[in-house]
């Protein structure tokens, strides 16, 4: 069984720019949540997609996008990158509204730094 | 709205000792977790406490959850330096979102 895989790792981006960060669900999981943890606080719910819709937003603007494709993976796009969009950005996938006993598993998360 | 709270923020104890972190939130949930944040890491999920009176434990932790009080406690016992990270209480929304809502994390440093 595999776990959740968040890809980069890392990432430097130019104030203004656009990002896009990729993370795979764990196996037999169908729902992919995002979160953004900004340094020293918890991490925010950013939304949530299952079966490819968006079905629960935070409160985060518009250009904070994301796609969920048939095999359950997930994009989260940023736009018009700000400097405060710096975080460590966290998927988390679940079967759906997190049933089952173990809830959600996180990946290992995205760094983006925006300068 | 609902809102998490977790206490205390910052806690520093020595090994061997016994301290509590509790965690307080503010409208009915089914589901509250708890998880641990090395630096620069991602989650691991320590507990799932799905009803009320629910205790769960690992090791040197404790997990209990009291749903009437809206309150969960992390109890260590006999910490060690390992246990040194952040913790995070989680509790989810309701309905067929199910998101996580965090409290602001406790940040514990076991010092020899």
């Known amino acids: 069984e595999t776990g959740v895989t968040q890809s980069p790792t890392h990432l430097i981006k130019t104030r203004g720019q656009q990002v896009t960060l990729r993370c795979s669900s764990q196996s037999g999981h169908n729902t992919v949540s995002w979160y953004q943890q900004a340094l020293g606080q918890g991490p925010q719910f950013i939304f949530q997609y299952y079966r490819e819709e968006e079905n629960g937003r935070g409160n985060f603007p518009p250009r904070f996008s994301g796609l969920q494709f048939p095999n359950y993976s997930s994009e989260l796009n940023v736009n018009a990158l700000e400097l405060d969009d710096s975080a460590l950005y966290l998927c988390?996938?679940?079967?759906?509204?997190?049933?089952?006993?173990?809830?959600?598993?996180f990946g290992s998360g995205t760094r983006l730094t925006v300068v | 709205e609902l809102k998490v709270e977790q206490n205390p923020l910052f806690l520093s104890m020595q090994e061997g000792k016994n301290y509590t972190i509790y965690c307080n939130y503010s409208t009915t949930s089914d589901r509250l977790y708890w998880y641990r944040q090395d630096p620069g890491k991602s989650l691991e999920s320590l507990f799932v406490?799905?009803?009320?009176?629910a205790v769960k434990q690992e090791g040197r932790l404790m997990a209990s959850l009291d749903t009437k009080a809206r309150l969960s406690t992390l109890h260590i016992t006999a910490a060690v330096h390992d246990l040194s990270a952040t913790y995070f209480c989680?509790?989810?929304?309701?309905?067929?979102?199910?998101?996580?809502?965090f409290g602001k994390g406790t940040k514990l440093s076991v010092k020899p």
């Open positions: 406490l799905l009803s009320n009176g």
């Open positions: 988390a996938s679940s079967l759906a509204a997190g049933q089952g006993p173990y809830g959600y598993t």
């Open positions: 989680a509790v989810r929304t309701g309905g067929s979102q199910g998101n996580l809502i």
